[in-house]
């Protein structure tokens, strides 16, 4: 997500009363440095009702064309 790496698990109980979701990224506090690399417990926020019925998670067209590479269609 913006060029950070997430690790999310899944499988976890719906916890309603709850905003967010908890997730792990990885940071490095300084580019050419693997030294300054850690990784951090951060919360995302839950999409709401409305968001959540009217999102689409679909494939762009990149996404697709390597998809269709990898299954030989």
Same mark, same amino acid.
């Given at each position: ?11 976890? %109980? ?11 990224? /990885?940071?490095? =506090?300084?580019?050419?440095? %693997?030294?300054? /690399? =850690?990784?951090?417990? *951060? ?17 762009? *067209?990149?996404? =697709? ?9």
């Amino acid at each position: 997500m913006n060029g950070e790496r997430l690790l999310r698990f899944t499988g976890q %109980p719906p916890t309603p009363a709850i905003n967010f979701n908890v997730v792990y990224t /990885q940071i490095r =506090w300084e580019a050419n440095n %693997p030294d300054s /690399q =850690w990784v951090y417990r *951060a919360h995302e926020l839950k999409a709401d009702f409305n968001s959540r019925l009217s999102g689409t998670d679909r494939l762009n *067209a990149v996404a =697709w064309n390597a998809m269709k590479a990898k299954l030989g269609l």
